[in-house]
T-cell receptor, first 114, second 113 residues
Framework: AQSVTQPDIHITVSEGASLELRCNYSYGATPYLFWYVQSPGQGLQLLLKYFSGDTLVQGIKGFEAEFKRSQSSFNLRKPSVHWSDAAEYFCAVVPIQGAQKLVFGQGTRLTINP | EPEVTQTPSHQVTQMGQEVILRCVPISNHLYFYWYRQILGQKVEFLVSFYNNEISEKSEIFDDQFSVERPDGSNFTLKIRSTKLEDSAMYFC???????????FGDGTRLSIL
C-alpha cells in the first residue's frame, strides 16, 4: 500500500547533539516531499520541501534533508539541536499521480535533554 | 509573514449538533484544504477546494461534512450532526499554486460531548 513511514515514534537527544529523523515512502514515482514541525499548541510549520533537483535541501532553523531515491527516503537532519527544537516532526508527501493532498507520516516526537 | 487563521481555537459541542469551523486562508492563495488529527493519530486529509468547488475528498468526508467559501476571504468546514468520533484537531491549509507548499493554520480543537 502507498504510505509514508516514520519508524521512530519518539526520539530523545541531548542539547548540542546531532539529529536525524527518518522518513520512508512507498510510491511508484518520486512524490513531492516535505517536513513539517508542530510545537505544542501550534499549527504545522513547513521546515523544508523537495520537488526536484539537488537532493540535499536546506530549510529553516538549521535543518536539512536528503532525498535518496534508491532508499525511498527523505531523512531530516540537524548538526546541533537546541532546546527549542523539542516538537513533533511530520514527514509528508504529495503523490504526483494524485491531487495536491498531503499524506502524512505518523510523526516523531523529539525530546531534548539539557 | 501572512498566516492562515483559524477560529475558534477550541470548540466544545454536544453530540448531534452542527458545528462550523472557520478559516481565513492567505489572501493570494487559490487552493484550500482541511485536515484532521485525532489524538495520537496521523494528520489525515479531508478535502481540497479550488475554483469554488471540491477537487478531491477522502472517504472520511461523508455527507455530514461540507465546505464553503462564502466570500473572498473565509473558508469553512461544517459538520451537520456531530459524532463522538469527530473529536479531533482540525487544520486548515492554503496554497498559492504551482510548486508551492501548503501553509497551515494553528488548528481548531473540536471536542464532542
Amino acid at each position: 500500500a502507498q504510505s509514508v513511514t516514520q519508524p521512530d515514534i519518539h526520539i530523545t537527544v541531548s542539547e548540542g547533539a546531532s539529529l536525524e529523523l527518518r522518513c520512508n515512502y512507498s510510491y511508484g514515482a518520486t512524490p513531492y516531499l516535505f517536513w513539517y514541525v508542530q510545537s505544542p499548541g501550534q499549527g504545522l510549520q513547513l521546515l523544508l520541501k523537495y520537488f526536484s533537483g539537488d537532493t540535499l535541501v536546506q530549510g529553516i532553523k538549521g535543518f536539512e534533508a536528503e532525498f535518496k531515491r534508491s532508499q525511498s527516503s527523505f531523512n531530516l537532519r540537524k548538526p546541533s539541536v537546541h532546546w527549542s527544537d523539542a516538537a513533533e516532526y511530520f514527514c509528508a508527501v504529495v503523490p504526483i499521480q494524485g491531487a495536491q493532498k498531503l499524506v502524512f507520516g505518523q510523526g516523531t516526537r523529539l525530546t531534548i535533554n539539557p | 509573514e501572512p498566516e492562515v487563521t483559524q477560529t475558534p481555537s477550541h470548540q466544545v459541542t454536544q453530540m448531534g449538533q452542527e458545528v462550523i469551523l472557520r478559516c481565513v486562508p492567505i489572501s493570494n492563495h487559490l487552493y484550500f484544504y482541511w485536515y484532521r488529527q485525532i489524538l495520537g493519530q496521523k494528520v489525515e486529509f479531508l478535502v481540497s477546494f479550488y475554483n469554488n468547488e471540491i477537487s478531491e475528498k477522502s472517504e472520511i468526508f461523508d455527507d455530514q461534512f461540507s465546505v464553503e467559501r462564502p466570500d473572498g476571504s473565509n473558508f469553512t468546514l461544517k459538520i451537520r450532526s456531530t459524532k463522538l468520533e469527530d473529536s479531533a484537531m482540525y487544520f486548515c491549509a492554503s496554497r498559492v499554486g504551482g510548486h508551492q507548499p501548503q501553509h497551515f493554520g494553528d488548528g481548531t480543537r473540536l471536542s464532542i460531548l
